[in-house]
């Protein structure tokens, strides 16, 4: 089964008409969209200046029956937590979005499609990493 958790690069890109990405999306058979990636694009949303389009685009995305919006809990904060002991380490921070975002797809045994390269440091979850 193919598990994909979309960052905010990936939805952004996937919008846009990105082939590789709208691809991907279109042959998932779950999609994972977590919290943290709403918030980041809600603060987008407020940014510019199509909010209500925006808005009503995101609720048509995630009233698909194959997405489904991911709350953060404690199994979420477990994975956040082992990833920044990993990653400090490492002498690899990076930001504390993105990891929130990785926490929550590690917790679903899920791969994080991004256009973020700094994705790849984490070991704990898989990524699909497109350039731009």
């Known amino acids: 089964m193919s ?3 979309l960052d905010t690069s990936a939805y952004s890109h996937f919008k ?3 082939d590789q990405v709208v691809q991907l999306v279109d ?4 999609l994972g969209m977590p ?3 709403l918030g ?3 603060a987008g949303f407020l940014l510019g200046g199509r909010r209500e389009q925006d808005e009503a685009e995101l609720r048509e995305f995630l009233a698909n029956p194959v997405v489904e919006e991911l709350a953060v ?4 904060s477990r994975h956040y937590a082992e990833i920044v002991v990993e990653l400090r380490r490492a002498g690899t921070p990076i930001p504390t979005n993105d990891i929130w975002i990785a926490a929550t797809a590690a917790r679903e045994g899920a791969l994080v499609v ?3 390269p700094h ?3 984490m070991a704990r979850v898989g990524s699909v990493i497109f350039g731009n």
Do not use: M, N, S
């Not at 042959?27 to 779950?30: K, L, M, V």
């Not at 809990?73 to 979420?76: C, F, R, T």
């Open 40 to 42: 980041e694009l809600r």
């Open 73 to 76: 809990d404690g199994e979420a």
């Open 3 to 5: 598990r994909y958790c």
């Open 27 to 30: 042959r998932a058979e779950w």
């Open 35 to 37: 919290a943290t990636v």
């Open 16 to 18: 846009r008409g990105a």
């Open 119 to 121: 994705f790849a440091r």
């Open 114 to 116: 991004t256009y973020d």
